[in-house]
């Protein structure tokens, strides 16, 4: 079926070790996004990208790492995961960027 | 910058109650104005959106007014059921700058 999947659904791991959390598309959206959320903070946005091979910081980049070699993939890299990025992460496509945002189920991240 | 606030929650209501979760904004200009809804275990999905003052969004029951006297889009239902449990979201959009969320609000509808 056409939508958003993310890879794994639960993830532990711990402090020190990189975690790669994988988000794919198809739609052909040229738009995708990796928020966290966190309890009491709503979604923050971690990076986002207009189009392959074009990234940007968001809200809260620090200890994340994306890339986007092809449109419908854009996978997150915790490169030396922190307690701190204990998280649920969503990742999201859409057309355009202010149109509404089409939404994964989300990856439940524990950092021991 | 661009900013939401939510009330507070957990929400608790019973079945058929009224259903209203405040939510205001700072924006500068006429952003665009959403409400997502995330159901459990499941990622968010817009539930309805209105793009410039006094327009009405609505859907499944659910309505919001974009009121820019007072920064405000208010989420209202006249009769809730137990599938409305979940939690929601209040976002803006501001001339295709990020989506900015709001700290979201959770709903639980007791039979």
């Not at chain 2, 499944?60 to 006297?69: C, D, N, P, S, W």
Request: proline letters at 4%; hydrophobic letters at 30%.
């Amino acid at each position: 079926d056409a939508g958003i999947t993310q890879s794994p659904r639960y993830k532990i791991t711990e402090t020190g070790r990189q975690v790669t959390l994988m988000c794919h598309q198809t739609w052909s959206h040229s738009y995708m996004f990796w928020y966290r959320q966190d309890l009491g903070h709503g979604l923050r946005l971690i990076y986002y990208s207009a189009a392959a091979d074009i990234t940007d910081k968001g809200e809260v980049p620090d200890g994340y790492v994306v890339s986007r070699s092809k449109t419908e993939n854009f996978p997150l890299t915790l490169e030396s995961a922190t307690r701190s990025q204990t998280s649920v992460y969503f990742c999201a496509s859409s057309p355009e960027p202010t149109v509404k945002l089409f939404f994964g189920s989300g990856t439940q991240l524990s950092v021991l | 910058g661009n900013s939401v606030t939510q009330m507070e929650g957990p929400v608790t209501l019973s079945e058929e109650a009224f259903l209203t979760i405040n939510c205001t904004y700072t924006a500068t200009g006429y952003p665009s104005l959403f409400w997502y809804v995330q159901y459990p275990g499941e990622g968010l999905q817009l539930l309805l959106k209105a793009t410039k003052a006094d327009d009405k969004g609505s859907n499944k029951g659910f309505e919001a007014t974009y009121r820019k006297e007072t920064t405000s889009f208010h989420l209202e239902k006249g009769s809730v059921q137990v599938s409305d449990s979940a939690v929601y979201f209040c976002a803006l959009n501001n001339y295709g700058q990020n989506f900015v969320f709001g700290p979201g609000t959770r709903l639980s509808v007791l039979p």
